[in-house]
């Protein structure tokens, strides 16, 4: 019996060379966009302590209670691959006080998550976000900013159909008036609910609101909405959201379902969609968490941030732009024999080092295979270097396109005529 390959593990995988250039074109677009508004990168461990999490996110979510990827280490501590960024970057801010230096900070943050949910297209167990946080400021313009920080992000990245959803939680004020007004909405009719909406009732009623199954959607028309029972300073709040979104013409609507799955959201929620794949999808979300700094062991510090879908982004750019442009070389030298490939190789160190991508063979292949490998590698150059070319110390520069060639000298200035023939 033959031996199996080890493969990747359900619900994790590889990203292919040949699958980096969106990958590599959307982060380069949002760090110059976080540059733009002032925000810096922050990296932080990708495991932390259990704890962390089940604190901030809540033990009743779906990321606490089934998705949480959670270990015992061999002295027996509780560890967690990190499910989302937001409650690291807390504990980060706390643990070295960077508010007693200056309370507002603006993060960014690239990297993969872990939950262990359901495989399934564009799910997967191990994802990637870009996330964004700011600390210490309390203002709807931040809100606001964040929004547009996206919608100019996405734009940027060629997506249409941009929407943003957005909604206002309360805060611990407003919500419980919110949250009673909601179960007596349910009153006696908790049977129509599903199991998770029954247990949810008692921990977190606010998540009925955004539950897909269709017997709950059908038992909440006529809902109360949390707009409804907002307290003044959380009505003025998001009332200033949203006229600073309409100033900037950022399309957006407001969304009486829109909870989040988190327990630490604070007043303004929100999702950005596009109609980029044709249905509505979402590549982003984020909302205030205007208690969880404190919540965590810091002072009370005013919060907010969103994560991007890093997976989804990609699969909507290669969509929109189907066509990839092939990678390509500069330059692809043919050396024929120990005397050229000698040359070969140090030509190529100097003009990659000058910035000219240059790629030479060493497995002494003959002259067409070589050029084949020069096509495929979809090289703009090709220099020949053969046995004769060394005796008469000359070498053929040949351009792809046009199809000229030059005769150069393989002297020492060989490596800065070619970058003089190329660009
Ligand atoms: P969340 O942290 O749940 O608010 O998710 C923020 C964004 O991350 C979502 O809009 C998704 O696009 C993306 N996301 C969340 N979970 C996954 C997953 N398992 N696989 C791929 N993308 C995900």
Avoid at 236 to 249: D, G, I, P, R, T
Avoid at 269 to 286: D, R
Wanted: aromatic share 8%; charged share 25%; net charge negative.
């Amino acid at each position: 019996m033959s031996e199996q390959h080890i493969q990747t593990i359900r619900g994790f995988r590889d990203i292919l060379p040949e699958q980096m250039a969106f990958w590599q074109k959307i982060e380069q677009e949002a760090i110059h966009v976080f540059r733009c508004f002032g925000y810096e990168e922050i990296r932080i461990p990708v495991v932390e302590r259990t704890r962390l999490f089940s604190r901030s996110i809540g033990e009743t979510t779906d990321i606490v209670e089934k998705e949480m990827y959670s270990f015992e280490d061999r002295n027996e501590d509780k560890i967690t691959l990190r499910p989302e960024a937001t409650a690291s970057i807390c504990r980060s801010y706390i643990q070295h006080k960077m508010y007693s230096v200056d309370p507002v900070r603006k993060f960014f943050l690239i990297g993969p998550m872990f939950r262990r949910e359901r495989p399934q297209k564009g799910r997967y167990r191990q994802f990637y976000q870009i996330d964004a946080e700011v600390f210490g400021i309390s203002s709807p313009y931040i809100d606001a900013e964040l929004i547009f920080l996206l919608h100019t992000l996405f734009q940027r990245l060629g997506l249409t159909g941009l929407t943003a959803h957005i909604n206002s939680l309360g805060c611990s004020e407003c919500r419980p008036v919110f949250q009673k007004k909601l179960l007596e909405f349910i009153g006696d009719q908790k049977e129509n609910f599903c199991e998770v909406c029954t247990r949810r009732m008692e921990k977190n009623p606010l998540r009925i609101l955004d539950c897909k199954v269709e017997t709950c959607k059908k038992a909440l028309q006529g809902a109360p909405a949390t707009q409804d029972c907002l307290c003044d300073a959380c009505r003025n709040h998001f009332h200033q959201v949203q006229e600073a979104l309409s100033k900037q013409n950022i399309p957006f609507e407001v969304d009486n379902s829109l909870v989040r799955g988190l327990d630490y959201y604070t007043r303004t929620a929100w999702e950005i969609q596009t109609t980029a794949l044709g249905a509505q999808s979402a590549v982003a979300g984020g909302g205030r968490y205007d208690g969880l700094v404190e919540e965590l062991g810091g002072p009370a510090t005013p919060a907010i941030g969103f994560a991007i879908g890093f997976d989804r982004l990609v699969e909507i750019m290669e969509q929109i732009y189907p066509e990839k442009d092939l990678p390509s070389q500069d330059l692809f030298i043919v050396a024929l024999g120990e005397a050229a490939m000698e040359k070969a190789y140090h030509l190529s160190c100097d003009l990659n080092l000058a910035g000219i991508k240059t790629r030479t063979d060493f497995r002494g292949k003959s002259m067409k295979s070589l050029m084949k490998r020069a096509n495929k590698l979809n090289a703009g150059h090709v220099l020949i270097i053969g046995e004769n070319e060394i005796e008469n110390g000359q070498a053929v520069l040949r351009n792809m396109d046009t199809k000229e060639q030059v005769l150069l000298s393989l002297d020492d200035g060989l490596a800065s005529e070619i970058q003089k023939q190329i660009r």
